[in-house]
């Protein structure tokens, strides 16, 4: 007798099965990777959004007193990326008094998105020393 040498149906299968198991595993981990490289740009592009309106009106700190704003004022609304996540930019003016001569503004600065169903928020503080 001669023995047929060959794979059969069975082992084309589990050899199949073996590769799409794997195949979903790099695939979910780039899936992964994609919504996470996503979100570090949102939070990189929320923060320059604060930094460059904070530099655009360190000026102005001075023209507002702290009881303009006690609570927090939306100042800014649009989209961080090309894909849509909406941003809402919002300062909070308090006076801060330290010692016998020393008042201060403190400039708080928030900035909130919704990124994959998820409420996300940055909070920038800065101190704008001796006003009168």
């Known amino acids: 007798m001669k023995k047929e040498q060959g794979v059969t149906y069975i082992?084309?299968?589990?050899?199949i099965a073996?590769?799409?198991?794997?195949?979903?595993?790099?695939?979910?981990?780039m899936l992964n990777n994609i919504k996470s490289s996503q979100a570090s740009?949102?939070?990189t592009l929320a923060y320059n959004k604060i930094v460059n309106w904070v530099e655009t009106n360190r000026t102005d700190y001075n023209l507002l007193t702290p009881?303009?704003?006690p609570n927090w004022s939306i100042q800014e609304t649009g989209t961080l990326s090309d894909r849509g996540a909406s941003y809402t930019l919002q300062t909070r003016i308090s006076?801060?008094?330290?010692?016998?001569?020393?008042r201060y503004k403190k400039v708080d600065?928030?900035?909130s998105w919704t990124e994959r169903g998820e409420s996300q928020e940055i909070i920038f503080s800065t101190i704008k020393a001796k006003y009168d």
């Open 67 to 69: 009881l303009s704003y």
């Open 95 to 102: 006076e801060l008094i330290l010692g016998e001569k020393g």
């Open 11 to 15: 082992e084309i299968l589990i050899a």
């Open 41 to 43: 740009k949102n939070k």
């Open 109 to 111: 600065v928030k900035i």
């Open 18 to 29: 073996i590769i799409a198991y794997v195949a979903l595993g790099f695939t979910q981990t």
